[in-house]
C-alpha cells in the first residue's frame, strides 16, 4: 500500500524526462563504442553492455530510495556525509589511478568513484544543517560552518587530481544564497573572476584604469541612490586592483602548463599562430574535435551508426565526457537542441517543485540537486562546443560510467520521494 501511495504522489514528468535523457544516453554510447564484432546489446564485456547493467542498477537503487521513509534522508544525513568523508580520506591509501587521477576504488567487478557519492551526501547535509540552525544566516559563524560543509570534500578531491568534480561543489553554494546569505559574497565572488580573467586578457594597467574609472562614474551619478559609504568602496577597490597585480604571478607560477594552455586556448591569449596551433593539437585537441564533428552534422544529423568522426574515434572520451558530441555528428543541430530542451525542463521543473515545498529540508535539498545537475550540464555542453575550458565532468545521466548514473540517480530520486510526501506528512 505503502508503495502504490508513493506512486499516485511522485512527480511523473520528471520521471519521464530522466527515461527519456538514460535512454538517449544510452544509444549514443552504443553507437560511440560501436564496433562490427560487438553487435549484441547485451554483451556486458562492452562499453554499451556494462552500461546497461549500470541503469539496472540505478533502477534497482531507485526503487530502494523511493521504498524508505522520507525522514530517514534528514535524520541519517550528517552520517552519509561522514562516511563520504571517509571515503575520499581512504583513496589517499586505497585508490586506484584511472587516467592519472587517482578517483576510485577497485571492487573488481566495478570502480567505485566516491565523490560522486559525497555529492549526494553534501546535499543532504547541507540542507540537514541550513534546516537545523532555523536562521537565514545572517551570523558569519553560520556562515563560515555552511560554507565548510560544502568546501571539505572538494578540498579532498582536489589533489586527486579532480578538479572538475571539485568545482561541482563550489555550485552548493547558490542553496546558501538561497537561504538568505547576503548576496556581496556573491558579488565579490564575481568580481573577482572578472579581475582574474579580463587582467589576463588586457593587463592589470587597463583593469586597474577601468576600475578606477568605473568607482568614479558610479560616486558622481549612483552613490547617493545606493547610499554607500566611501571607505568600503575605496577599500574593494584597492584590493581588487591588488589582486590584480598578483593574477599573472599566480598565472605563470602555480598553474601547471596544461592549465595556461586551456585558459590560453580558451581567452585566445596566444598570440603565435604556431604556437596556438600546438595547443589546439595536444591540450585542445579533444574540444577541437569535438567541435568539428558537431559541426558535420549539420541540421538532421547523418543518421543513428553513421558518424564518420564517432566511427573513426576522432575524438578521444567521447562515451564520456563528449557524449554530446556523437548526438551532433549523428543526430545534428535538431537531436542537440533536444537534448538541451529536456535538460532545460528538468531543471525548470525541479525549481518549480522546490519552490512547492513546505518543509524547509526538502526545499534546500532540492536546491542542491538543482545546482549539481546545472552545473554538470552547463559546463559539459560549454567545454564540448568549446565556450569554456576543458574540464572534465560528464553529463547526467547520459555520459558512460557507472558511479555517475547510480549517484545522479539517487540524488534525483531522494528529492522525488521527498516531494512525494509533502501532502502526506502535512507539510
Given at each position: 500500500?505503502?508503495?502504490?501511495?508513493?506512486?499516485?504522489?511522485?512527480?511523473?514528468?520528471?520521471?519521464?524526462?530522466?527515461?527519456?535523457?538514460?535512454?538517449?544516453?544510452?544509444?549514443?554510447?552504443?553507437?560511440?563504442?560501436?564496433?562490427?564484432?560487438?553487435?549484441?546489446?547485451?554483451?556486458?564485456?562492452?562499453?554499451?553492455?556494462?552500461?546497461?547493467?549500470?541503469?539496472?542498477?540505478?533502477?534497482?537503487?531507485?526503487?530502494?530510495?523511493?521504498?524508505?521513509?522520507?525522514?530517514?534522508?534528514?535524520?541519517?544525513?550528517?552520517?552519509?556525509?561522514?562516511?563520504?568523508?571517509?571515503?575520499?580520506?581512504?583513496?589517499?591509501?586505497?585508490?586506484?589511478?584511472?587516467?592519472?587521477?587517482?578517483?576510485?576504488?577497485?571492487?573488481?567487478?566495478?570502480?567505485?568513484?566516491?565523490?560522486?557519492?559525497?555529492?549526494?551526501?553534501?546535499?543532504?547535509?547541507?540542507?540537514?544543517?541550513?534546516?537545523?540552525?532555523?536562521?537565514?544566516?545572517?551570523?558569519?559563524?553560520?556562515?563560515?560552518?555552511?560554507?565548510?560543509?560544502?568546501?571539505?570534500?572538494?578540498?579532498?578531491?582536489?589533489?586527486?587530481?579532480?578538479?572538475?568534480?571539485?568545482?561541482?561543489?563550489?555550485?552548493?553554494?547558490?542553496?546558501?544564497?538561497?537561504?538568505?546569505?547576503?548576496?556581496?559574497?556573491?558579488?565579490?565572488?564575481?568580481?573577482?573572476?572578472?579581475?582574474?580573467?579580463?587582467?589576463l586578457m588586457f593587463g592589470t594597467i587597463?583593469?586597474?584604469?577601468?576600475?578606477i574609472l568605473f568607482l568614479i562614474l558610479?560616486?558622481?551619478?549612483?552613490?547617493?541612490?545606493?547610499?554607500?559609504?566611501?571607505?568600503?568602496?575605496?577599500?574593494?577597490?584597492?584590493?581588487?586592483?591588488?589582486?590584480?597585480?598578483?593574477?599573472?604571478?599566480?598565472?605563470?607560477?602555480?598553474?601547471?602548463?596544461?592549465?595556461?594552455?586551456?585558459?590560453s586556448l580558451w581567452l585566445r591569449l596566444?598570440?603565435?599562430?604556431?604556437?596556438?596551433?600546438?595547443?589546439?593539437?595536444?591540450?585542445?585537441?579533444?574540444?577541437?574535435?569535438?567541435?568539428?564533428?558537431?559541426?558535420?552534422?549539420?541540421?538532421?544529423?547523418?543518421?543513428?551508426?553513421?558518424?564518420?568522426?564517432?566511427?573513426?574515434?576522432?575524438?578521444?572520451?567521447?562515451?564520456?565526457?563528449?557524449?554530446?558530441?556523437?548526438?551532433?555528428?549523428?543526430?545534428?543541430?535538431?537531436?542537440?537542441?533536444?537534448?538541451?530542451?529536456?535538460?532545460?525542463?528538468?531543471?525548470?521543473?525541479?525549481?518549480?517543485?522546490?519552490?512547492?515545498?513546505?518543509?524547509?529540508?526538502?526545499?534546500?535539498?532540492?536546491?542542491?540537486?538543482?545546482?549539481?545537475?546545472?552545473?554538470?550540464?552547463?559546463?559539459?555542453?560549454?567545454?564540448?562546443?568549446?565556450?569554456?575550458?576543458?574540464?572534465?565532468?560528464?553529463?547526467?545521466?547520459?555520459?558512460?560510467?557507472?558511479?555517475?548514473?547510480?549517484?545522479?540517480?539517487?540524488?534525483?530520486?531522494?528529492?522525488?520521494?521527498?516531494?512525494?510526501?509533502?501532502?502526506?506528512?502535512?507539510?
Open positions: 500500500m505503502a508503495g502504490k501511495s508513493v506512486l499516485k504522489r511522485i512527480d511523473w514528468l520528471t520521471i519521464f524526462i530522466f527515461i527519456t535523457l538514460v535512454s538517449m544516453g544510452w544509444v549514443n554510447i552504443y553507437s560511440s563504442t560501436f564496433t562490427e564484432v560487438d553487435r549484441s546489446i547485451f554483451d556486458f564485456g562492452t562499453l554499451h553492455g556494462k552500461q546497461l547493467f549500470f541503469i539496472g542498477v540505478a533502477f534497482v537503487a531507485i526503487i530502494v530510495v523511493l521504498s524508505l521513509e522520507s525522514g530517514f534522508y534528514e535524520r541519517f544525513s550528517s552520517i552519509f556525509y561522514i562516511g563520504a568523508i571517509v571515503l575520499l580520506l581512504g583513496l589517499f591509501v586505497f585508490g586506484k589511478t584511472i587516467a592519472g587521477a587517482t578517483s576510485w576504488y577497485d571492487l573488481g567487478f566495478f570502480n567505485l568513484q566516491p565523490s560522486e557519492l559525497a555529492k549526494v551526501a553534501t546535499a543532504l547535509a547541507l540542507a540537514k544543517y541550513l534546516c537545523d540552525i532555523q536562521t537565514d544566516i545572517k551570523r558569519t559563524k553560520d556562515q563560515l560552518v555552511a560554507c565548510l560543509v560544502v568546501i571539505i570534500p572538494a578540498l579532498l578531491i582536489i589533489p586527486q587530481p579532480d578538479p572538475g568534480s571539485a568545482m561541482v561543489f563550489f555550485a552548493m553554494f547558490f542553496v546558501i544564497f538561497r537561504e538568505g546569505l547576503p548576496l556581496y559574497y556573491l558579488a565579490i565572488a564575481l568580481l573577482a573572476i572578472t579581475v582574474f580573467v579580463t587582467t587597463w583593469v586597474s584604469i577601468f576600475l558610479f560616486f558622481l551619478f549612483k552613490r547617493e541612490s545606493y547610499k554607500i559609504p566611501i571607505f568600503p568602496l575605496i577599500t574593494i577597490l584597492v584590493i581588487a586592483i591588488a589582486f590584480s597585480f598578483s593574477v599573472n604571478f599566480v598565472f605563470d607560477n602555480v598553474f601547471e602548463q596544461r592549465h595556461r594552455d586551456r585558459f596566444e598570440k603565435d599562430p604556431q604556437k596556438l596551433e600546438r595547443i589546439r593539437k595536444t591540450i585542445g585537441y579533444n574540444t577541437y574535435q569535438s567541435e568539428k564533428a558537431i559541426e558535420s552534422g549539420g541540421l538532421y544529423g547523418k543518421g543513428f551508426l553513421e558518424g564518420t568522426r564517432t566511427k573513426g574515434d576522432f575524438v578521444p572520451e567521447q562515451e564520456t565526457d563528449y557524449i554530446f558530441s556523437t548526438v551532433g555528428e549523428e543526430w545534428g543541430f535538431l537531436g542537440t537542441s533536444t537534448v538541451v530542451l529536456l535538460f532545460t525542463l528538468l531543471l525548470l521543473r525541479l525549481v518549480y517543485l522546490a519552490e512547492r515545498q513546505k518543509r524547509p529540508f526538502s526545499r534546500m535539498y532540492g536546491y542542491g540537486v538543482i545546482s549539481i545537475l546545472f552545473i554538470h550540464y552547463f559546463i559539459n555542453i560549454g567545454m564540448v562546443i568549446g565556450i569554456l575550458p576543458t574540464i572534465g565532468i560528464p553529463l547526467p545521466f547520459f555520459s558512460y560510467g557507472g558511479s555517475g548514473l547510480l549517484f545522479f540517480s539517487v540524488l534525483l530520486f531522494i528529492f522525488l520521494k521527498l516531494d512525494s510526501n509533502r501532502l502526506k506528512e502535512g507539510i
